[in-house]
């Protein structure tokens, strides 16, 4: 019988409820209008579809798949596509707000959106992953647009589920649209640059606040949680800048060595060990992967899924700066002991902006029928990122709010100010 899978209950909070909490206390430093507050709260657009997909096995399964439209006020909504069993409309709502906002903060004409399917890819072959790929597409065909909303890679999606994407739209548009998803492979125009620019962005916030900190690369240890595209990019480039990195974890569990990983070592056993680190000889093994949050190290970048850093370990927390590689790494909850603690977090939304700007560029050279070099792309998002910091922190220092706060109020007036000035109804 086909039948869809409830989602399942977690044991995390409610990420839409962290997201929410700090909206609201920077809403109230800033003195928004309760009419924009409404405004601003409220998803735009939000899309759950069933998708009927026949499975290798003959049986057919059928899928739940959701899209949310946060706001498009800056522009076309964007954000990534995430397949995990997990998925929760709540959880979808959260991270497209959080698109919103880290758009804004980073200064780039989008609004926010996110999507999601229920479903476990590490289960399902190359063939289920494709057709539920492209019925998910054709599901939203009306939704997604160049100018209306452009999809990228989430958590359990890649380069090649949007070149799946990518086809199947343009086949329903009988033309080829480039431009309608983001972090695609490079021959089907995808950026240079894109696949190493969230990391990137991790690295050159986690500098720029080290500066301030006056924490020296050279001297500083750090530990990176979560080894996908994002960790496993962040903790390379951080040790290309100095940076020991002394513990390293994924979902076999967490590996430390106090010499320091090295992390091009790590990445080459993952790749060619089905893409986890089990077995991997450069360090040993904790006991348990939550140990790693307990390091006495210089940085922490959390850069795999949200509620990792919540009130039950707080406490324990080392480290003197955060650097939010992962969404919604940080829950609400958490925030109030990490302010007193005094650590200094750079948050998610501006911490792994990285990703999205380069985004950005790739859909900006599909319109433009014309590729930068890597040296441009790094370039000019190096920039942003730096300069999205220093507004940032001196938001921070106006308002007398810590980082994340000040990146919600930087965000929000952007987002408010525009909605004032285009009206409404
Ligand atoms: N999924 C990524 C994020 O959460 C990238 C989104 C995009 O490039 O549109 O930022």
């Known amino acids: 019988m086909a039948y869809i899978e409830p989602a399942p209950i977690k044991?995390?909070?409610?990420?839409?409820?962290?997201?929410?909490e700090r909206f609201n206390i920077a809403a109230e430093k800033?003195?928004?209008?309760?009419?924009?507050?409404?405004?601003?709260?409220?998803?735009?657009?939000?899309v759950i579809v069933s998708l009927p997909i026949t499975m290798d096995n003959g049986k057919i399964k059928v899928f739940e798949g959701i899209r949310v439209v946060h706001s498009n006020i800056l522009g076309p909504a964007k954000g990534g596509i995430r397949f995990a069993p997990d998925v929760h409309i709540d959880e979808v709502r959260a991270l497209a707000a959080w698109m919103t906002w880290k758009c804004a903060v980073v200064d780039i004409p989008y609004g926010g959106g996110k999507g999601g399917v229920r479903c476990n890819p590490r289960e399902m072959s190359k063939g289920e992953i494709e057709r539920l790929m492209r019925a998910y597409t054709l599901a939203m065909i009306d939704v997604f647009g160049p100018d209306k909303d452009i999809p990228a890679p989430d958590m359990g999606t890649g380069p090649r589920e949007m070149a799946w994407l990518m086809d199947e739209y343009s086949k329903a548009h009988g033309t080829t649209v480039n431009a309608v998803v983001t972090g695609k492979p490079l021959v089907l125009g995808g950026s240079l640059g894109r696949t190493e620019a969230?990391?990137?962005?991790?690295?050159?916030?986690?500098?720029?606040?080290?500066?301030?900190?006056?924490?020296?690369?050279?001297?500083?240890?750090?530990?990176?949680?979560?080894?996908?595209?994002?960790?496993?990019?962040?903790?390379?480039?951080?040790?290309?800048?100095?940076?020991?990195?002394?513990?390293?974890?994924?979902?076999?569990?967490?590996?430390?060595?106090?010499?320091?990983?090295?992390?091009?070592?790590?990445?080459?056993f993952r790749n060619e060990n089905n893409g986890i680190l089990?077995?991997?000889?450069?360090?040993?093994?904790?006991?348990?992967?939550?140990?790693?949050?307990?390091?006495?190290?210089?940085?922490?970048?959390?850069?795999?899924?949200?509620?990792?850093?919540?009130?039950?370990?707080?406490d324990k927390i080392k480290a003197k700066l955060i650097v939010e590689g992962a969404n919604g790494p940080t829950s609400f909850n958490a925030d109030k002991i990490i302010n007193e603690k005094?650590?200094?977090?750079?948050?998610?939304?501006?911490?792994?902006?990285?990703?999205?700007?380069?985004?950005?560029?790739?859909?900006?050279?599909?319109?433009?029928?014309?590729?930068?070099?890597?040296?441009?792309?790094?370039?000019?998002?190096?920039?942003?990122?730096?300069?999205?910091?220093?507004?940032?922190?001196?938001?921070?220092?106006?308002?007398?709010?810590?980082?994340?706060?000040?990146?919600?109020?930087?965000a929000i007036d952007k987002v408010a100010q525009t909605y004032q000035y285009r009206g409404g109804y």
């Open 11 to 20: 044991d995390k909070e409610n990420p839409l409820e962290s997201m929410m």
């Open 30 to 46: 800033l003195g928004l209008s309760d009419e924009v507050y409404s405004v601003l709260k409220n998803p735009a657009k939000q």
């Open 198 to 268: 969230t990391g990137r962005g991790v690295m050159v916030s986690a500098l720029a606040a080290m500066e301030k900190l006056k924490i020296n690369p050279f001297q500083a240890t750090c530990v990176v949680q979560g080894f996908g595209n994002v960790g496993s990019w962040a903790a390379q480039l951080l040790e290309e800048r100095g940076l020991k990195i002394v513990s390293i974890s994924d979902i076999s569990g967490a590996y430390y060595n106090s010499n320091g990983i090295n992390i091009q070592e790590a990445i080459k």
């Open 278 to 314: 089990e077995g991997f000889h450069g360090a040993e093994k904790l006991s348990s992967a939550n140990e790693l949050f307990e390091l006495e190290v210089d940085v922490l970048v959390p850069a795999a899924v949200e509620d990792v850093i919540t009130k039950k370990n707080v």
């Open 342 to 410: 005094g650590i200094m977090v750079v948050p998610d939304i501006l911490a792994n902006a990285g990703g999205v700007t380069v985004s950005y560029f790739e859909w900006v050279q599909n319109r433009l029928g014309y590729k930068w070099t890597a040296e441009r792309v790094n370039r000019r998002s190096d920039r942003i990122m730096k300069e999205a910091f220093d507004h940032v922190y001196h938001a921070s220092v106006k308002y007398n709010v810590p980082m994340r706060i000040a990146a919600y109020i930087v």
